[in-house]
């Protein structure tokens, strides 16, 4: 690659339903310029998010969409490549929200930090671990689902990066913990390399199971019923954990993946046993607890060092792969946290 060149991986049209290669296109552009006070950084890692599928739609949220013909937003490690802020010099490792390219432009009041990468194995680690997705599963569960030793845990899309983490936590904490993913393989890692207690198959040989058929087998693991519920997937997933809650059971509301490439929203069918069992459901976002992320990080850095906590990340390589690496993500081709190294 020309060192003068930036690829951008541009967002060409909205998707409709499950993304195409024809929503994107790959753009070379020249270099740019670092701004007054601030710098452009050379991304070195792109994480890859089911948050971002939301954040192509033209719809409200929490942030606002992507605009047409700006390369795809995402939270990125990297290197400073040029710097006019005083706070940040030349090469400085970095973390922040820029996008799917080559070098990012960041103005003064964004999200970028500096990062000390001899802590880590390898700097992708602030895209999992000891970044959004490890703390997302910190305080998610040790902070939003106020869990008591001895209850029972469920995680839907457990063996993905931010599951698979909240199911080891919450056998740190002393619950019984229970993980719903798709297919042999994934059930196997979550007992094997992630300790969870019970592992559910939401797939049959047919395809995926009927809520019927699904509530049975969670009925099975949990017959005193799920204190808390880790949801990441919503839909039929979520409607058969919905019919095995506890008495006043939390649900933590951390992402819906199952409905991000819906043209039409399915929505939640068992949602009156909320009131049946006078649960709680308390919608999650990291952002709230950035303050405290100096904290978080310590403890899930201190458990890794210790053996106790075990993260996998799926490094997939080159811009230009962008994006078959972004829909691995819906695929369930994915094992561990999806990462892009740009170079």
């Given at each position: 690659m020309n060192a003068l060149e930036n690829r951008r991986f541009i967002l060409a049209r909205r998707p409709h339903g499950t993304p195409t290669r024809d929503d994107f296109r790959l753009e070379k552009t020249p270099v740019p310029s670092a701004p007054e006070g601030g710098m452009v950084v050379r991304n070195r890692f792109v994480s890859l998010d089911p948050a971002q599928r939301g954040w192509m739609d033209d719809a409200p949220s929490y942030m606002p969409p992507i605009p047409l013909g700006d390369a795809v937003r995402a939270t990125t490690v990297g290197v400073v490549h040029e710097s006019r802020n005083p706070d940040f010099a030349?090469?400085?490792?970095?973390?922040?929200?820029?996008?799917?390219?080559?070098y990012s432009v960041v103005t003064p009041g964004g999200f970028t930090s500096k990062i000390d990468v001899s802590i880590v194995d390898s700097p992708s680690r602030y895209l999992s671990a000891v970044g959004a997705v490890g703390l997302t599963a910190y305080f998610g569960l040790t902070d939003a689902a106020a869990p008591r030793s001895g209850e029972t845990l469920l995680v839907t899309g457990a063996a993905g990066a931010v599951g698979s983490m909240v199911g080891q936590i919450g056998k740190i904490l002393g619950l019984r913990v229970i993980g719903i993913a798709g297919g042999a393989e994934k059930c196997r890692r979550l007992v094997e390399?992630?300790?969870?207690?019970?592992?559910?198959?939401?797939?049959?040989?047919?395809?995926?199971?009927?809520?019927?058929?699904?509530?049975?087998e969670i009925a099975a693991a949990a017959p005193q019923g799920v204190d808390i519920?880790?949801?990441?997937?919503?839909?039929?997933?979520?409607?058969?954990?919905?019919?095995?809650?506890?008495?006043?059971?939390?649900?933590?509301?951390?992402g819906l993946i199952s409905e991000y490439n819906a043209p039409e929203k399915i929505g939640i069918r068992n949602l009156w046993q909320v009131i049946v069992k006078q649960a709680t459901i308390k919608g999650f976002l990291i952002a709230g607890y950035v303050p405290r992320f100096a904290e978080g990080g310590a403890v899930v850095a201190q458990w890794i060092g210790e053996g106790r906590l075990r993260v996998d990340e799926d490094i997939q390589h080159g811009l230009d792969n962008a994006y078959d690496a972004f829909m691995r993500?819906?695929?369930?081709?994915?094992?561990?946290?999806?990462?892009?190294?740009v170079d």
């Open positions: 030349a090469g400085d490792w970095v973390l922040g929200l820029n996008a799917i390219e080559d390399d992630y300790g969870f207690d019970v592992a559910i198959d939401y797939k049959s040989a047919s395809g995926a199971k009927s809520v019927d058929a699904l509530s049975a519920l880790f949801e990441n997937v919503g839909g039929d997933v979520m409607d058969a954990v919905l019919l095995n809650l506890a008495l006043h059971a939390r649900v933590v509301l951390c993500l819906f695929s369930g081709a994915n094992t561990g946290k999806l990462v892009l190294a």
